[in-house]
């Protein structure tokens, strides 16, 4: 009887951890296709997203708005709701900014990391 009640356990318990996991919604694909290369060396277009990011001026794209919502959750979660797309895209802003501005980054990090923060903590 043990056995079974241990096995219906383990069974429940696997179903259960298998839905939450398929349940993982990703985040919209609608803007897989902004070329993150042209926008990390064009300093223009970088200063953009940049300034948005870090609340230092505005949002000019609807990309840039929706890098700024998913970034810190993106980070924290290592891209677990990213379209595979958006993996690469995560993977070449870190790398830029680890190799070409490291100050930024730090900033960037600090900023997630508030976010994620606040957020956990509403």
Not at 14 to 32: A, E, G, H, R
Request: with cysteine; glycine share 0%.
């Amino acid at each position: 009887m043990t056995r079974y009640v241990l096995l219906l356990f383990v069974m429940i318990l696997s179903m259960t951890i298998s839905s939450v996991l398929m349940d993982v919604t990703k985040y919209t694909s609608k803007y897989d296709d902004v070329d993150v290369d042209k926008i990390l060396h064009t300093p223009r277009l970088l200063n953009q997203y940049v300034n948005c990011y870090t609340e230092k001026g505005p949002c000019l794209t609807a990309e840039a708005k929706f890098m700024k919502d998913i970034f810190a959750e993106a980070l924290v979660t290592k891209c677990v709701k990213c379209t595979d797309k958006q993996k690469i895209i995560f993977d070449k802003i870190i790398t830029w900014f680890e190799e070409n501005d490291k100050e930024t980054w730090k900033t960037i990090l600090s900023i997630a990391i508030n976010k994620h923060l606040n957020k956990k903590a509403s």
